[in-house]
């Protein structure tokens, strides 16, 4: 049997009832920036062509509608991935629940976000948002 005590890898000194050992903790980088911030530039590759829009959009904001009443307390909380594949390279006007709505040109929809490119002081900018977030779409 082996005598931990003697072992020459051991401390000299011990606490009997607890033990720390610092684990360092890595955050992964993330696509879209240090810990998916996004950083403003498109993602290179895996985009057939070059996903850019291909030209300004269109000169005048769509009027929104009013949402559907389902019965009382009944709206939706947020936007499902699966209603805005259909808007995949299309210009889309969206309506954020804080802020004024902007011009998009999605290429990535996924069950959570969208990214794409967003019309921002006169040209396009890479962007991604959270679903959560928008409160109503426009698709062209």
Avoid: H
């Amino acid at each position: 049997m082996y005598d931990f005590r003697y072992d020459k890898y051991e401390p000299e000194y011990t606490v009997p009832y607890i033990q720390f050992i610092p684990v360092p903790v890595f955050m992964p980088r993330q696509p879209g920036g240090i810990y998916g911030r996004p950083t403003g530039r498109p993602p290179q590759g895996g985009i057939s062509g070059s996903g850019m829009p291909p030209g300004p959009p269109p000169s005048k904001a769509p009027a929104k509608r009013p949402p559907k009443q389902g019965g009382p307390g009944q709206q939706a909380k947020s936007i499902d991935g699966s209603s805005l594949k259909p808007c995949r390279f299309k210009y889309v006007y969206i309506w954020p629940k804080r802020g004024p709505g902007f011009w998009a040109w999605l290429i990535n929809i996924g069950r959570n976000s969208i990214s794409g490119y967003r019309w921002y002081r006169g040209r396009w900018a890479y962007f991604g948002m959270d679903l959560k977030q928008i409160d109503s779409f426009l698709c062209y």
